[in-house]
């Protein structure tokens, strides 16, 4: 099997996210309720958002029928 390379593709745009980790600073969290978004992906993306180069982390819990995202670094 053999597969074309393309040139000149455009990405596609980054869905924005209803976290708003650009705006939480040290010590800050937000809910995120289970009917906005599964657990599994605010993991992931809170997982996207840590990053050494930045400084930024992020930690998510479980709480009631949600989970809430915390900023620690």
């Known amino acids: 099997m053999s597969l ?3 040139k000149n593709v455009p990405r596609p745009k980054i869905r924005q ?3 708003p980790f650009d705006k ?3 010590g800050d969290s ?3 309720p289970a009917d906005d978004m599964k657990e599994t992906n ?3 993306q809170a997982s ?3 990053n050494k ?3 930024k982390r992020f930690t998510v819990h479980r709480e009631g029928e949600g989970c809430r995202v915390f900023r620690v670094l």
């Open 4 to 6: 074309e390379i393309e």
């Open 48 to 50: 996207m958002r840590s």
């Open 30 to 32: 937000v809910l995120v």
């Open 42 to 44: 605010v993991r992931s």
């Open 24 to 26: 939480m600073e040290i």
């Open 17 to 19: 996210t209803l976290i």
């Open 53 to 55: 180069d930045s400084g």
